[in-house]
């Protein structure tokens, strides 16, 4: 067990808070450290429990990437906005296609559902002004601009 300057109460209440929030689900260690910090323990502290809980398997960055990830797929969301928020939470470096891979089958295929659900069939043609806001709109849910080329050139 850690040492807290012979403070095992510290410990114990950190631990704790970052359990609750574990519990709910699955969070990062930047997340964790930012919400544990602002009930006014020391980051350093804290940095010390989180490790602590990584090394017993109760925190993972990997797994909080793979369950964000699928949420975030499930809302019909590109792998290049997943991975920029992935990023801002602390763990942009775990991969995460294997969640597309579950939901969709491949990026393209997800691309084609929200496509579809917010346009309808693919079968019309549209003018250019109508396929710069589409395309912005896919940019914007994050998928790439050849991702989006390849599909309005099979519209």
């Known amino acids: 067990m850690l040492e807290f300057d012979n403070d095992l109460d510290k410990f114990k209440a950190i631990k704790e ?24 323990f020391s980051r350093f502290d804290i940095d ?7 090394e017993q398997g109760l925190q993972s960055n990997a797994r ?23 990023q801002q939470r602390g763990a942009g470096e775990y991969s995460f296609d294997m969640a597309v891979e579950d939901i969709a089958g ?13 346009y309808g069939s693919r079968a019309s043609a549209i003018d250019i002004k ?15 601009t050849e991702m989006i080329r390849e599909l309005l050139k099979n519209l």
Not at 48 to 54: C, G, P, S, Y
Not at 64 to 86: D, M, N, Q
Request: hydrophobic share 35%.
């Open 130 to 144: 109508e396929q710069l806001k589409r395309s912005r709109f896919l940019q914007q849910r994050g998928f790439s």
């Open 106 to 118: 491949s990026w393209q295929e997800l691309l084609v559902q929200v496509y579809e659900k917010k």
């Open 17 to 40: 808070a970052c359990l609750q929030y574990l519990i709910r689900r699955e969070h990062s260690q930047k997340e964790l450290l930012q919400k544990v910090s602002a009930k006014g």
């Open 64 to 86: 909080f990437s793979e369950s964000y990830a699928r949420s975030r797929v499930h809302r019909g969301f590109g792998p290049l906005r997943i991975k920029a928020e992935l």
């Open 48 to 54: 010390l429990v989180i490790t602590e809980l990584a």
